[in-house]
């Protein structure tokens, strides 16, 4: 599976971005795909998730705040970034995820970065003050 990010940007605090993710390759009918985020000097963390049957997930820190998505092919995956932060500012990953067991899901589900085999490049954030 291969991932491109795109649709990073600069922006004040208070603005909006949409982020995209386009994946191509071994999707399979059951699969996961999610948005992390990595700050200079911080842990990857996971920030939104959705699956095949359409169950979402969100970080508690963008809750509210942000939106995940996905177009009607299910191969094109959106973040729609609302009243963005300072500490919003970071590299934003795009990963996915075939499973094949429930348990798997709850893990990705779970936005455990172990759990993604396949990563784009990233595309940066950047949210100034």
């Known amino acids: 599976v291969q991932l491109v990010e795109s649709g990073g940007g600069s922006v004040q605090a208070g603005g909006s971005l949409r982020l995209s993710c386009v994946a191509s390759g071994n999707i399979e009918s059951r699969f996961c795909m999610a948005w992390f985020r990595q700050a200079p000097g911080k842990e990857r963390e996971g920030v939104a998730v959705?699956?095949?049957?359409?169950?979402?997930g969100y970080a508690n820190s963008v809750t509210g705040r942000f939106t995940v998505s996905r177009d009607n092919n299910k191969t094109t995956m959106y973040l729609q970034m609302n009243s963005l932060k300072s500490e919003d500012g970071a590299r934003y990953y795009c990963?996915?995820?075939?499973?094949?067991?429930?348990?798997?899901?709850?893990?990705?589900?779970?936005?455990?970065?172990?759990?993604?085999?396949?990563w784009g490049q990233g595309t940066q954030v950047t949210v100034s003050s």
């Open positions: 959705i699956c095949s049957d359409e169950s979402i």
């Open positions: 990963a996915a995820q075939n499973y094949a067991y429930t348990w798997v899901q709850i893990r990705l589900k779970a936005l455990d970065a172990v759990a993604f085999a396949y």
